[in-house]
């Protein structure tokens, strides 16, 4: 098999499939085998090897027997790794509680009504899973990409990042409620780089304790990397530190903790990820985190911006979770 | 954020503008002399998760029996409402913004309406100002208006 190509078994709940999915993982040269759900998928994965399973969910209805087994087995399989596909019914964006609640799904990705899928956010992911060489932002956009950048290492500076944010995510010309959940999640990341992400060399958090009021800075080696990009089609949050403290168990917890909206939902002196990272999810469209820990986190956030803001509150959310090799 | 109070018949009249973030300050509305806060929320820009909880710190603190009404509520408030279910607290929204696309011109255009009178059926019917053509709704029905099952 060809450097950077990879086995894939595509498993589809019924007959549409996902051909779309499928050709565009061809022709990035992996060999695909696609199969419809049932006892011809078990009797596959023991005779054969694949490095990713992509599994077309239908979380919009009872999650099947034979899919919550099939991802067990994927999951249970050393060398395998899992990519669901969602897709929400009606055009309405896909119901993500069940897939951190119940599947605690690191990986998964939204396909449109009628079958399509970013074939960048898709080949991206796939490379990823593959390479484990996860972090930048350039790979989601196209390479004209416009971009801001700032090295941020105090709370004062917090202010005029957020002015720098919503006057770029108004260049896109997009609804000013798009804008305004941009500057939001823009703010939601500096607010974890500075007060949540810092650790001291035996991981003890430095300022999580802290109120988002007191002031903080940091020094020049932990400051965060902040970059805003926009193709002509997507806005991009990226936000990286050197710290590498989130956890992988975290992020997933809390996840599923946020949407359950029960009275927990919100802490009081929530140190951590917590609903700030909830937030951040819903408002963008694909949400990435890479991860070494104790040396490095990216965040990333992209919003398809759309012709309105009712296309933005449709589509469907995107999820990955990287745990990478130090960069 | 700032407010600005104003005494209405014993009750706060008060109009709340700016980002409700870490450093929001609700204490000139708990002080006890009120029997009523209406708050005006059209002036705010975002709501931030140290926001979320200083917000709902507030309307927990509310003595009991001090009716709360949340009058022009943006959709930057009303988005936070369906994702935080205890976001509301005992409060309760008179009046919000619904934003609506002009699907000729594009025009877009933040319309107030009666909390009270919604529901999926009788959404009010707005012209475009720029070229007179019908309006649509530019939100998720089901998500937008989620506050109305409560």
Known sequence: MARGSARVLMVSAEDRGMEAAGHILQAAGHHVTELQIGAEVFKWLRMHHAEIVVVDLHVDEQAAAAQTELLAVVRQTAGTDLLVLIRGRDGGPAPTRGLFQNHRLTHFLAVGGDGTIDPIALTVTVAKILTRDIFGSERYLAASASEWTARVRSSGERAAVGDAAWAFALQSKCHPEIARAFTTAVDELVNNALYNAPADRAGKPRFSHLSRSTPVTLSEAEEMLLRLSYDGRRLCISASDPFGSLRPAQVLDCLSRCFTGGEDQVQQGDAGAGIGLYIIFNFVHHLIINLVPEQRTEVIGIIDVGRSYRDYMRRSRSFNLFVGRAP | ?150
């Open chain 2, 1 to 150: 954020m700032k407010v600005e109070l104003a005494d209405h018949d014993g009750g706060a009249q008060a109009r709340i503008s700016g980002p409700i973030d870490a450093d929001a300050e609700f204490g000139a509305l708990l002080d006890g002399r009120w029997r009523e806060l209406r708050l005006d929320l059209s002036g705010i820009t975002m709501i931030t998760s140290p926001g979320v909880r200083r917000w709902m710190r507030f309307v927990a603190e509310v003595p009991a029996g001090v009716a709360v009404r949340l009058e022009r509520c943006p959709p930057v408030f009303i988005n936070q409402v369906s994702l935080i279910s205890n976001l509301l607290g005992s409060a309760q929204i008179e009046s919000l913004f619904i934003p609506f696309l002009c699907p000729a011109c594009e025009a877009i255009r933040d319309v107030l309406a009666p909390a009270r009178e919604l529901d999926a059926s009788a959404l009010p019917e707005v012209t475009c100002e720029a070229c007179h053509a019908r309006m649509e709704l530019d939100v998720l029905e089901e998500q937008y208006f989620s506050f109305l099952k409560e």
